[in-house]
């Protein structure tokens, strides 16, 4: 009698990013987390705080480090099982910097001086460190590391993936098969959420008065979406080129309920509907928060048992890649 073996279909691997540079708002959690919590009966995730990008600009060392504790903290509130989805905090996996490296090795100056990103950081004034010239080859290093199938990215990142396969295919035909050459995805769930008081601009860690940040308390939410910039039209619709800051407001309400609109005739109406469904999105995860922030050694616990999780992952591929590219063998 002969026996069949056929070998279960492998998962699919993703990688999510999220820069530590401060705290995660409405966007990251629609934008990203959320995404994340609902693929993780699918999809195999990686989440990363990236606390090493956070060190391309003048930064303040505990800052940083509270920064990642606290991320790490809401995503464990915002529903990432730590079970199914290691956390993982990339300074605690040393072979990001090393694959960095090697990375280096096969990027142009060129290649990284041309990042939408790099040239609107530097061009901000002030001395521009380094890193923040060769910050996407250490993001090709996140995603490479991994050996990751898709990696979601939202529209201000497809440059840097971009970036990232380039590198992998470059490596690959000079030195041998070494990286899996990843996808760049959109999550089917994902919104992209604008800033509330400019939303011509995305919503990020940066913005300032129309950011909600996941830890706002109620009357804060409540004023950041009271003092929302709309229009002088007086219609509720969305029309994204003509309507930013209205249209932005009912992808808010849709992405946090499922629905439009209940009451479209005013904008005071509408923000008055986008203020509870983002407080009732918020006040679970704030409560959790609460609790978790207790307990520090516990998410500090998460994340070494994270990096331990991924570590062999880590290790086995940049054992590849020192040996591909001409390093004796350790
Ligand atoms: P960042 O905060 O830039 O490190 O981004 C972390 C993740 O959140 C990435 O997947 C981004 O695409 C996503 N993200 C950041 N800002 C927004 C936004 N305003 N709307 C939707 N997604 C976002």
């Known amino acids: 009698m002969t026996t069949t073996v056929t070998a279960a279909p492998a998962r699919t691997r993703r990688l999510t990013g999220f820069q530590s540079t401060g705290e995660l708002h409405l966007g990251n959690l629609l934008g990203a987390l959320r995404p994340l919590i609902a693929a993780q009966d699918a999809a195999d995730s990686i989440a990363l705080i990236a ?85 996407p080859v250490l993001m090709a290093a996140d995603i490479l590391l991994y050996d990751v199938d898709q990696v979601p990215v939202g529209e201000d990142q497809t440059q840097h993936l971009e970036l990232t396969r380039t590198l992998a295919v470059r490596f690959n035909t000079k030195y041998g098969e070494t990286f899996r050459v990843p996808d760049g995805i959109r999550p089917d769930s994902a919104a992209r959420i604008m800033d509330l008081a400019e939303p011509t601009a995305k919503m990020s860690k940066s913005s300032g008065t129309g950011r909600i940040g996941l830890l706002d308390p109620p009357e804060v939410i409540r004023r950041t979406v009271a003092r929302a910039a709309t229009d002088t039209l007086g219609l509720v619709r969305r029309d994204r080129a003509n309507q930013p800051g209205v249209s932005n407001l009912i992808d808010i309400l849709a992405a946090c309920t499922g629905r439009p609109p209940a009451d479209p005739t005013s904008y005071a109406a509408l923000k008055r509907e986008v203020t509870d469904a983002v407080e009732a999105l918020l006040a679970p995860i704030r409560a959790r928060h609460a609790e978790l922030a207790a307990d520090p050694a516990f998410v500090r616990r998460v994340l070494t048992a994270g990096a331990e999780r991924v570590r062999p992952i880590a290790a086995a591929t940049v054992h590849r890649a020192r040996a591909a590219i001409g390093l004796l063998a350790d």
């Open 51 to 135: 606390d090493l990008h956070a060190m391309t600009v003048e930064h303040d060392p505990a800052r940083v480090r509270a920064c990642a504790l606290e991320q790490a903290t809401i995503m464990l509130a915002a529903g990432v099982d730590p079970e199914r989805t290691p956390i993982v905090l990339q300074s605690q996996v040393r072979e990001h910097t090393e694959l960095h490296y090697l990375l280096e090795c096969v990027a142009g100056h060129g290649e990284a001086a041309r990042m939408i990103q790099f040239k609107e950081k530097s061009a901000a004034g002030g001395p521009v460190r380094l890193s923040l010239l060769t910050y």
